[in-house]
């Protein structure tokens, strides 16, 4: 017996251990969560309790298990769909049938792999977004979607994402293909000029086929925000109200885009909810994370980790190990007779496994974002009122149903925002009765 394994062997044996923990590590932590919230579920933290009461304190714990139970069935599918596609050879058979279909054209057999796979496995997750949609934001009162909204929704996705994805994966096909062994630093330069190009196209061109997007038209709220804007040195224009309610009861707020792209876009549905004071100190907020450069910072971080990725692709895709050790049997190389190269294969086999590692350094990625949010914090209490952003926090941690009772370790994996309870204790807000 050979007493070194083989490198695909070793491959095979670190993506099967790699993914075990990975549904482990998300199992547990989900139960966790589900334990923290029940374990709370009979009466309201006392903090919260002259504020919510308990029927909508039990609407939130019933709403957070339900979707952390979906969310556990969902993690079986996907652990169950990546096993298809790479150890149990479903992308080794789609390769070989396209070969087939299509014959050996170096680029248009690639090209064919990749959007049969991307329409595949957007077919499959059709069902789970039907039932969260459907049966649990119905359930608890948040859908406001109707069939025919949600299909239409469907079909457009489709031709925005045919639109734009079927030329950008034919342009780093040609990249990987034209300009020799250092394809992944011009792909990398590909790629970042299209996410800029994105972060300018997206709220002008493509958030706009979906939502209507209005000037803010409250002559009061108006003349209150553009006082602040002036007061925090911005110029007072991009300010835009979304129909939010035609999906969902779900409000928010968000800053969007650079430039000239730049733009404040409230919800209908959190105008609804919050006093003029409280958009205020939620928009004070949303210029905190503007005036500290946070997406600045994140767009610099995604241009580092994109390098980082694309550079151990280029390494991994010439590794023979790395595709039969993920169940896939690589073209032919050209010396061998071979005309189609395998950068499709190795850039579907990257994407599929990348996130089982990249999971355990969420945490980093979390705490970074949680960072950003009580600086943006601390930024809007100087603008605004603390009492004012407290008040409104409460108010749509209550209207959306969130859990006040998060469990530590799983808030460390998964929460972008700080929990509520953190938030108002930082900002030295009193929780009031709304
Ligand atoms: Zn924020």
Request: proline residues 6%; positive net charge; glycine residues 6%.
């Amino acid at each position: 017996m050979n007493p070194t394994p083989s490198p695909a062997l070793l491959t095979t044996l670190v993506f099967s251990l790699a993914l075990l923990l990975y549904v482990a590590v998300k199992f547990w932590l989900a139960s966790r969560q589900m334990r923290a919230v029940a374990a709370h579920r009979a009466a309201v933290p006392a903090e919260f309790a002259g504020t919510i009461g308990l029927a909508a304190h039990q609407r939130a714990a019933d709403y957070t298990i339900a979707k952390l139970r979906f969310g556990l069935l969902e993690l079986l599918l996907a652990a169950a769909v990546l096993l298809g596609w790479t150890l149990l050879g479903g992308l080794d058979a789609l390769n070989g049938a396209l070969l087939g279909a299509v014959g050996p054209r170096p680029l248009a057999q690639p090209l064919a792999l990749l959007v049969v796979f991307a329409l595949v496995n957007g077919a499959i997750d059709i069902p789970g977004a039907l039932y969260h949609t459907f049966v649990i934001e119905q359930r608890f009162g948040f859908n406001t979607m109707s069939w025919r909204l949600w299909l239409i929704d469907l079909l457009k996705t489709a031709l925005v994402s045919t639109v734009i994805g079927v030329p950008l994966a034919a342009l780093v096909l040609w990249l990987m293909q034209a300009t020799g062994t250092l394809w992944w630093l011009w792909t990398w330069g590909a790629w970042m000029g299209f996410s800029l190009l994105m972060l300018v196209l997206y709220p002008t061109v493509i958030a706009p086929l979906f939502n209507r997007f209005e000037p803010l038209r409250d002559d009061a709220l108006t003349e209150r925000v553009t006082r602040l804007m002036a007061r925090c040195g911005f110029a007072a224009q991009g300010l835009f109200v979304m129909d939010g309610s035609r999906r969902s009861a779900h409000a928010n707020a968000y800053f969007t885009g650079f430039g000239a792209a730049k733009r404040v876009v409230f919800f209908d549905t959190l105008l609804q909810q919050l006093s003029p004071p409280e958009v205020e100190a939620v928009l004070a907020h949303e210029l905190g994370h503007f005036r500290h450069r946070h997406i600045v910072k994140r767009i610099a971080v995604l241009f580092a980790v994109s390098l980082a990725g694309l550079a151990l692709l280029g390494w991994l895709a010439e590794r023979p190990w790395f595709y039969s050790g993920l169940g896939v049997t690589p073209n032919l190389p050209p010396q061998m007779g071979g005309a189609v190269p395998n950068h499709a294969l190795a850039l579907l086999l990257f994407m599929l496994v990348v996130p089982v590692f990249s999971f355990f350094l969420s945490p980093l990625m979390a705490a970074l974002s949680r960072r950003h949010e009580f600086e943006a914090d601390a930024y809007a209490v100087r603008q605004a009122s603390a009492q004012d952003l407290g008040n409104a926090l409460v108010k749509l941690y209550k209207d959306n149903a969130s859990t006040l009772t998060p469990d530590p370790l799983y808030v460390r994996f998964y929460y972008s925002h700080p929990p509520a309870s953190e938030r108002i204790a930082r900002l030295g807000a009193r929780v009031l009765p709304v």
